[in-house]
């Protein structure tokens, strides 16, 4: 993604521009018309403040992407994930899970804009949803209309992140993690598909190719030869820390390709591998690597009602969406 093409960025600003007609109204107070009155221009000023950083960043879309899963995760779709830890608290963004979330100053510099445009309107929390949605429009994927009037919350702490699902737990608790908050397993499925933009560090997928278990030193439901360039690039010992591997094999293009590899054993997360490994999640695998229409129509889907969780409407609108106000 070090270059998008000028064609998708004039398609981009146009969506923006015109009214949709897949407008998708939710519980609550959230709207995709929110702020079509306090502060028409707030999408065109979070995107372009997306595109900078992209240009400059290729690594920015998959941050940002999986900036809002991080935060929508915890105390829901608020944002508090962007406060910074204080001398009496250690913040959500400084639990162990969250120490490689990066690319936070791209969310301050669409902040600052915003305050400049329209003070103490658009909240925190909206500017990460809208940002996911255009990080994922950039690189190739669907369009959804963010339904927009969350508030921002104002506690955030280190040790609750223990509840964002590790990249080594099996579908039982996948399931169970996101039925906690109220997704089904296709939501599951589909968001899972958010792993076809990024790279992963060697310690989140090394257990898999080493001591397995008492039978098999690989997990034996990853394509051996797959399997073996892995540990390669991930030795014992080993001294690079930045060693690992790309998500997907097309990891700056937002595609099915990340469904395609769990199809033929190449998923880099256990977690990742195992949603083709389980018949409650396999067919929806195997229909998402067969048909992209499918999975986008689905990713859009289950991003609105990953945005729907733990919505606060009473909060405050944060004046800087590191602290508090």
Same mark, same amino acid.
């Given at each position: &993604?070090?270059?998008?093409?000028?064609?998708?960025?004039?398609?981009?600003?146009?969506?923006?521009?015109?009214? %949709?007609?897949?407008?998708?109204?939710?519980? @609550?107070?959230? %709207?995709?018309?929110?702020?079509?009155?306090?502060?028409?221009?707030?999408?065109?000023?979070?995107?372009?403040?997306?595109?900078?950083?992209?240009?400059?960043?290729?690594?920015?879309?998959?941050? *940002?992407? #999986?900036?809002?899963?991080?935060?929508?995760?915890?105390?829901?779709?608020?944002?508090?994930?962007?406060?910074?830890?204080?001398?009496?608290?250690?913040?959500?963004?400084?639990?162990?899970?969250? *120490?490689? =979330?990066?690319?936070?100053?791209?969310?301050?510099?669409?902040?600052? !804009?915003?305050?400049?445009?329209?003070?103490?309107?658009?909240?925190?929390?909206? *500017?990460?949803?809208?940002?996911? /949605?255009?990080?994922?429009?950039?690189? $190739?994927?669907?369009?959804?209309?963010?339904?927009?009037?969350?508030?921002?919350?104002?506690?955030?702490?280190?040790?609750? +992140?223990?509840?964002?699902?590790?990249?080594?737990?099996? =579908?039982?608790?996948?399931?169970?993690?996101?039925?906690? #908050? $109220?997704?089904?397993?296709?939501?599951?499925?589909?968001?899972?598909?958010?792993?076809?933009?990024?790279?992963?560090?060697?310690?989140?997928?090394?257990?898999?190719?080493?001591?397995?278990?008492?039978?098999?030193?690989?997990?034996?439901? &990853?394509?051996?030869?797959?399997?073996?360039?892995?540990?390669?690039?991930?030795? !014992?010992?080993? /001294?690079? +820390?930045?060693?690992?591997?790309?998500?997907?094999?097309?990891?700056?293009?937002?595609?099915?390709?990340?469904? !395609?590899?769990?199809?033929?054993? !190449? @998923?880099?997360?256990?977690?990742?591998?195992?949603?083709? %490994?389980?018949? /409650? +999640?396999?067919?929806?695998?195997?229909?998402?690597?067969?048909?992209?229409? =499918?999975?986008?129509?689905?990713?859009?889907?289950?991003? =609105?009602?990953?945005?729907?969780? $733990?919505?606060?409407?009473?909060?405050?609108?944060?004046?800087?969406? /590191?602290?508090?106000?």
């Amino acid at each position: &993604m070090a270059v998008f093409a000028p064609k998708t960025i004039f398609l981009f600003h146009a969506f923006i521009l015109l009214p %949709s007609t897949r407008v998708s109204e939710s519980k @609550g107070a959230l %709207s995709a018309h929110y702020y079509d009155q306090t502060c028409p221009q707030a999408e065109k000023i979070i995107l372009q403040a997306v595109y900078n950083a992209s240009m400059h960043d290729p690594k920015v879309p998959a941050r *940002i992407l #999986r900036m809002f899963f991080h935060d929508c995760f915890i105390r829901g779709c608020d944002a508090s994930l962007l406060l910074d830890s204080t001398a009496g608290n250690q913040a959500e963004k400084d639990g162990p899970p969250n *120490i490689s =979330v990066r690319s936070f100053y791209v969310i301050d510099d669409a902040k600052a !804009k915003l305050e400049a445009a329209c003070p103490h309107t658009v909240s925190c929390a909206d *500017i990460v949803g809208i940002a996911a /949605r255009d990080v994922v429009i950039m690189s $190739g994927g669907p369009f959804w209309n963010v339904l927009k009037g969350r508030k921002d919350g104002g506690v955030s702490k280190a040790n609750e +992140t223990i509840n964002l699902p590790a990249p080594t737990i099996n =579908v039982s608790q996948l399931i169970q993690s996101f039925a906690k #908050r $109220g997704l089904g397993v296709k939501d599951l499925v589909a968001l899972s598909g958010g792993h076809t933009l990024g790279f992963s560090h060697c310690s989140s997928f090394e257990s898999w190719l080493r001591n397995f278990s008492s039978v098999h030193d690989v997990d034996p439901t &990853m394509n051996n030869e797959f399997a073996q360039n892995l540990r390669k690039k991930c030795p !014992k010992p080993n /001294r690079d +820390t930045t060693a690992g591997e790309l998500l997907d094999s097309t990891s700056s293009t937002f595609d099915n390709n990340y469904y !395609k590899q769990l199809v033929a054993g !190449k @998923g880099v997360f256990g977690s990742d591998q195992a949603l083709f %490994s389980d018949y /409650r +999640t396999r067919w929806i695998v195997e229909s998402f690597a067969k048909d992209q229409s =499918v999975f986008f129509k689905e990713f859009a889907a289950s991003m =609105v009602n990953l945005g729907n969780v $733990g919505v606060i409407e009473d909060g405050e609108v944060r004046l800087n969406c /590191r602290v508090v106000n």
